[in-house]
């Protein structure tokens, strides 16, 4: 497995516990981490998309709002939101970092945390958002 899929799982877990118990991004990373001791190379990856998913969130709920037809983002799976957020951080903000790569990384993401539709799921909101990205530049 990959340093950057090993960051991306500990930032997926980071957000699930700040949905449940608010905190600071830093703090909350710094005590789910030390439970996980993600390797250094991951690390830094990691808290940078935990930062900066929490930082931009309103502006990704609002992306994911718009493509997931009859789904309210309140009702979905914590795990896909969050999978879901990270996807579009990644695609928004870190250019060096192909897009289809975050899709796919999200996908699997899904796979394995979230349900049993979730990948699909994921797959469809994240493309919906890419092509309509795509279709405006």
């Known amino acids: ?3 950057r899929h090993q960051a991306r799982e500990l930032a997926l877990q980071v957000l699930f516990h700040m949905e449940l118990n608010q905190g600071d991004p830093g703090d909350c990373f710094d005590l789910i981490s030390s439970s996980f001791e993600p390797p250094d190379a991951s690390s830094s990856f990691s808290r940078q998309l935990v930062v900066g998913v929490w930082e931009q969130k309103e502006e990704l709920d609002s992306l994911i ?3 997931s037809k009859h789904w309210r983002l309140e009702r979905m ?3 896909d939101r969050n999978v879901l957020r990270i996807a579009l951080y990644e695609v928004l903000y870190l250019k060096d970092i192909p897009p289809k790569v975050s899709i796919d990384e999200a996908v699997e993401l899904g796979k394995k945390f979230g349900t049993e539709e979730s990948g699909a799921f994921i797959n469809g909101v994240l493309d919906s958002i890419y092509h ?3 279709e405006n530049s």
Do not use: D
């Open 1 to 3: 497995m990959g340093k």
């Open 77 to 79: 799976p914590i795990v």
């Open 65 to 67: 709002r718009k493509a």
């Open 132 to 134: 309509k990205m795509e």
